[in-house]
């Protein structure tokens, strides 16, 4: 494989499994240096026994969603490695419920991960990216795209990201730093992962996705390494369905 991120460095929010940590995998088998990010460090070290090699990894445990930990693991990273080249924001927590039954607790949490987390890491990480010339990826979902049946919190958290991914692509593509999002469908992750294993429920999808099935974390993690890679230097505040065709339907039922 093509060492395209050769000597240059990766922070993964998220990393300590689905996406996060097939991209990590990804990347580290193209050359580059990687650095885990989550809450739970016994994720993140096996996340990190998984890769090449040890030396190119960093494995770093902060909350994000707090913004004094975020400045932290930037400079840590900068510390460690000597600059930045792509910002990966993954990390996220879904919650289902109508808004009647859904308290504010539940509101400030899914918010703080999956909106305030990316806002304080791209604060805190654009500095560097600029300096080198980097990149920003974010995880948003095709749930920022079109609404879900009980699922409007998560759906609000990431339709902030899908927006702030735009809006910063306006504001430093001048300055040199391209900013995009993968928006996944249903993926076998710890999030979606039991959708696959209802009997119920996966039929439902299989019959709405074209390609028949989920994506596997690989798959997303694929389109995760082109966006921050130089191929896609010319791709620039983009929210991209990674959901087998998904969002190509306009909600009617097959027919056949």
Known sequence: MTERFADQTV???????????????????????????????????????????????????ADVSKADEANALVEDVVSRFGGLDVLFNNAGV????????????TWRQVMAINADG?????RAALPHLI??????????SVSALGG????????????AVANFTRALALDHGRDGVRVNAVCPGLTR???GGANF?????YPKFQERIP????????EVADVVAFLASYEARFVNGVNLPVDGGLMASNGQPPQT
């Open 11 to 61: 922070l993964i929010t998220g990393a300590g499994s689905g996406i996060g940590a097939a991209s990590a995998r990804r990347f580290a088998r193209e050359g580059a240096n990687v650095v885990l990010v989550g809450r739970t460090r016994d994720k993140l070290d096996r996340v990190a026994a998984d890769l090449p090699d040890p030396e190119r990894v960093m494995i770093r445990p």
């Open 94 to 105: 879904a919650t289902q419920g109508r808004i009647p039954d859904t308290d504010d607790a």
């Open 189 to 191: 992750t710890e999030m």
């Open 131 to 140: 300096a080198r010339g980097g990149n920003i990826v974010n995880t948003s």
């Open 211 to 218: 390609l028949g099935r989920g994506a596997e974390p690989e």
């Open 118 to 122: 990316v806002f304080y890491c791209c």
């Open 148 to 159: 879900d049946w009980g699922m409007s919190v998560y759906n609000a958290s990431k339709a």
């Open 197 to 201: 294993e209802d009997e119920a429920v």
